[in-house]
């Protein structure tokens, strides 16, 4: 079975300041999807940025990027020039792409991301 | 509509007393998924459903817990005699594509519905 592990509780940044967040997973599958999720205070569940593991090249939405190490299953989120609105809960999520599969979301326990001014 | 609906957002009910929980899907999205949610926690599956049919189940914690999709669209899951540990946030996601299939697939999540038993 895969498992997704957040190995950071919490983690805190100054405004405009970058911050990493760390995450693992254990999977004997080749072909899968990792997502990170953000849950703002308001606990909706939004998309930051997704990546495919055939795809060599790291995933880039704006300030968010990846560094995915697939030898090390190692999915990193890197968020630059910090805003107060990335503060938020979030989630490292796993998702086969063998046929067959459910295709269900496997998540990690989340890393709880404060941003001071 | 726009996104993921859930109803009700709030429910409070007494041990013992049935709840249903509504999702009204991204218009055209094909998979349906719920999910539980415990405080601290991520996401824990329950179940999904391929247009009307329910594809797997193993996720639901016992058989109290039942979802429907009857018309491939709206679904509905129910939680009968409810217990205090069924208290958490009931999150339901849709995608395009159908679970199962290779291919990229992205789920988009409603609000939630934050369940309270007392």
């Known amino acids: 079975a895969q498992t997704v592990t957040q190995s950071q509780p919490e983690m805190s940044v100054q405004e405009a300041e970058t911050v990493t967040l760390s995450c693992t997973y254990d999977t004997s599958e080749s072909d899968y999807y990792l997502f990170w999720y953000k849950q703002p205070p308001s606990r909706q569940m939004i998309l930051v940025i997704r990546?495919?593991?055939?795809?060599?090249q790291n995933a880039t939405e704006n300030r968010f990027s990846v560094n995915f190490q697939k030898a090390a299953k190692s999915f990193s989120l890197k968020i630059s020039d910090s805003q107060l609105g990335d503060a938020a809960m979030y989630f490292c999520a796993y998702r086969s792409a063998r046929g067959g599969s459910q295709g269900n979301l496997i998540f990690g326990k989340g890393t709880k991301l404060s941003v001071k001014p | 509509g726009a996104g993921v609906s859930q109803s009700p957002r709030y429910k409070v009910t007494k041990r013992g007393q049935d709840v249903a929980l509504r999702c009204d899907p991204i218009s055209g999205h094909v998979s349906l998924y719920w999910y539980r949610q415990a405080l601290g926690q991520g996401p824990e599956f329950l179940t999904y459903f391929n247009y009307e049919a329910q594809q797997d189940k193993s996720g639901l914690p016992n058989d109290r817990f039942s979802a429907e999709r009857p018309e491939g669209s709206i679904s509905t899951l129910t939680i009968q005699r409810t217990e205090q540990r069924d208290s958490a946030m009931y999150r339901c996601?849709?995608?395009?594509?159908?679970?199962?299939?290779?291919?990229?697939?992205?789920?988009?999540f409603g609000p939630g519905t934050r369940l309270l038993v007392l």
């Open positions: 996601a849709s995608s395009l594509i159908a679970g199962g299939q290779l291919g990229e697939e992205t789920q988009y």
């Open positions: 990546q495919e593991a055939y795809k060599q």
